[in-house]
């Protein structure tokens, strides 16, 4: 009789554990759908957040990963497959696309977009400090910094009586973007061209078109589809000798002379601190979207001098990042 109840109790005591592995909730999974293709610099910012907030991946936490490679006609498909993987949190990036497609697919999943495209008139959210849906992020505005840029550029190149202006007439904010160039050139007396593009062919074309129309300088647009052809624009940049600004400092890293946006970064950062903040039970109708103050400005003298341009002094000490 004692050894059956010692068998007995040795059987539970072996169950236990396995009793215990089978009540754990499951590890939440985080869905991440990037429009264009993964930055592992932009990515480190997020987990950093998310380990801030207690989530270490691999450990309590996973993370899907999807990306459109700059194909947006994708992000619908790719926005389902996450869906469908009965994520906890969708985290988007790369433009406004890919928050759209999200929304499209879900209702309920809550979302954290790092976006460029203004979240109230594009119909992710009611109101900015009170987004009411299961929508939430950073809205970064790049789009409206166009005339910021169009005045740093003028200041790089002030010989340029002509600066040509490259934009995606598709992107959704190209109405946006050209009232902001147009406003500025009018306050600065600066004659613009605006050219367009939205495939490898047109960049081609176009910049064949700077040189053609005798432009000095170019302002390259903030849009993700330039983003995914960064290499193509610096390479046709230097080929041309056309002094060029951008709004992602990964082009002048690249060769560029300058850029000046928010810093994506501090972008990723943030949408890594809500979806921690999701993930323990906030919900995204209530967390305000927030709007960076955080900007950079860089500048590669290397291609300044190889451009054979002078930066004026005031330039180089108010800038963010020197390259030389």
């Given at each position: ?10 059987g ?14 499951a ?17 480190t ?7 801030d907030?207690g989530?270490?991946?691999g450990?309590n936490?996973?993370?899907y990963?999807r ?6 006609d994708?992000?619908v498909t790719?926005?389902?497959d ?6 906890a949190?969708?985290?988007?990036a ?26 109230v008139t ?15 992020g950073v ?10 840029r169009?005045?740093?550029l003028?200041?790089?190149?002030p010989?340029a ?15 946006t973007?050209?009232r902001g ?5 009018r306050?600065?007396?600066?004659q613009v ?7 490898a ?9 700077v040189?053609k ?17 960064r290499?193509?624009v610096?390479?046709l ?5 056309v ?5 992602r400092?990964e082009?002048t ?7 000046y ?8 950062r943030?949408a ?10 906030e ?8 709007q ?18 002078d ?7 108010s800038?963010d990042e020197?390259?030389?």
């Amino acid at each position: 009789m004692r050894r059956r109840k010692f068998i007995a109790l040795l059987g539970g005591a072996v169950a236990w554990p396995l009793v215990a592995r089978a009540q754990q909730p499951a590890m939440p999974v985080i869905g991440f759908l990037d429009g264009q293709s993964f930055d592992l610099h932009l990515m480190t910012a997020f987990r950093q957040a998310l380990k801030d907030a207690g989530y270490i991946e691999g450990r309590n936490v996973a993370i899907y990963f999807r990306s459109a490679n700059g194909q947006t006609d994708r992000l619908v498909t790719l926005a389902g497959d996450i869906v469908g993987r009965r994520v906890a949190v969708i985290v988007t990036a790369g433009g406004g696309a890919a928050a759209l497609a999200a929304y499209a697919a879900t209702t309920t999943i809550p979302i954290v977009f790092v976006s460029g495209a203004d979240p109230v008139t594009s119909g992710l959210v009611l109101t900015l400090n009170r987004p009411g849906s299961n929508a939430t992020g950073v809205y970064i505005f790049q789009q409206v910094l166009e005339g910021k840029r169009l005045a740093l550029l003028r200041g790089l190149v002030p010989a340029a009586a002509l600066i040509a202006v490259l934009f995606n007439p598709t992107n959704a904010n190209f109405q946006t973007q050209l009232r902001g160039v147009q406003d500025a050139a009018r306050a600065l007396g600066q004659q613009v061209s605006i050219l367009s593009a939205s495939t490898a062919r047109d960049i081609d074309v176009a910049f064949a078109t700077v040189t053609k129309s005798g432009a000095g300088a170019l302002l390259v647009g903030s849009d993700p589809f330039f983003n995914s052809e960064r290499d193509q624009v610096v390479a046709l940049a230097a080929r041309y000798g056309v002094p060029a600004i951008f709004e992602r400092r990964e082009f002048t890293r690249a060769g560029g002379l300058a850029s000046y946006g928010t810093s994506l970064a501090d972008a990723y950062r943030q949408a890594g601190i809500y979806t921690g903040r999701i993930l323990k039970g906030e919900k995204p109708a209530e967390l305000p979207i927030v709007q960076p103050t955080n900007f950079e400005f860089v500048i590669n003298l290397k291609t300044a001098k190889a451009l054979g341009l002078d930066v004026p002094p005031g330039f180089s000490s108010s800038a963010d990042e020197i390259i030389e």
